[in-house]
């Protein structure tokens, strides 16, 4: 097909894209990203660094790398993270060098950011594309009720993910994409939709 292609033209898909899936606690990013990469061998996970103890059905090195407070300040002083944010009382940031090097070798990366973090990763100047999706539950009725229904936390701590599910919620003008999670199913279709596209964008390069 590329012999097909006039000079100065490709498809951004060639190169490694980044894929931001952010959203309100609750929403099911975990979810929704655990079923992309089940069905797309080029996709590639880049786990966080966070203070933040697991959970327990969570795998350190899989859906975190799970740090100490020094060894996050480490990490800051050595310039590693492209971004990081508090939340909770807790550290969370995006290691630089394994994100650049899965990008490097072409493959797509997603990750999983508070807003905050997602608008920061896109400004960061990568160098590569930054597509920004936002997770949005199908009300706010719903989304109270999936925080509740994750029972990690105490009251104190869900009422304050709440309030910044609501601060989340007026971000969504700085997003590229926005994606209603009623079934997961569906919301990962949807998701795969705007990664085909962006993959089939035509870039100018010349
Ligand atoms: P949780 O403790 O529920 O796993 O994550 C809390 C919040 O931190 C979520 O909204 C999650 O998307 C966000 N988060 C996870 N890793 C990072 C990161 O590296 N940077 C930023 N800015 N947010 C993150």
């Known amino acids: 097909?590329?012999?097909?292609?006039?000079?100065?033209?490709?498809?951004?898909?060639?190169?490694?894209?980044?894929?931001?899936?952010?959203?309100?606690?609750?929403?099911?990013?975990?979810?929704?990203?655990?079923?992309?990469?089940?069905?797309?061998?080029?996709?590639?996970?880049?786990?966080?660094?966070?203070?933040?103890?697991?959970?327990?059905?969570?795998?350190?090195?899989?859906?975190?790398?799970?740090?100490?407070?020094?060894?996050?300040?480490?990490?800051?002083?050595?310039?590693?993270?492209?971004?990081?944010?508090?939340?909770?009382?807790?550290?969370?940031?995006t290691p630089k060098a394994e994100v650049l090097s899965r990008l490097a070798q072409g493959r797509d990366v997603v990750l999983n950011k508070e807003v905050r973090g997602a608008w920061a990763i896109k400004n960061a100047g990568l160098g590569y594309p930054v597509v920004l999706i936002f997770l949005v539950p199908p009300s706010w009725e719903e989304l109270v009720r999936r925080v509740r229904g994750r029972g990690t936390e105490d009251e104190e701590a869900l009422q304050e993910r709440l309030r910044i599910a609501q601060a989340e919620l007026a971000r969504i003008p700085d997003f590229d994409y926005l994606v209603v999670n009623d079934e997961l199913s569906a919301a990962v279709t949807r998701v795969e939709a705007i990664i085909q596209a962006e993959r089939m964008r035509i870039v100018r390069c010349g």
């Open 1 to 93: 097909m590329k012999d097909l292609l006039p000079p100065g033209v490709r498809q951004q898909g060639e190169r490694g894209i980044a894929f931001v899936i952010a959203g309100p606690s609750g929403v099911g990013k975990s979810s929704v990203i655990a079923a992309l990469l089940a069905r797309d061998p080029r996709l590639a996970f880049c786990p966080s660094v966070t203070t933040r103890p697991p959970r327990p059905q969570e795998v350190p090195g899989r859906d975190y790398h799970f740090v100490s407070e020094a060894e996050f300040d480490r990490l800051l002083a050595q310039g590693a993270l492209l971004e990081w944010a508090e939340y909770q009382g807790h550290r969370y940031g």
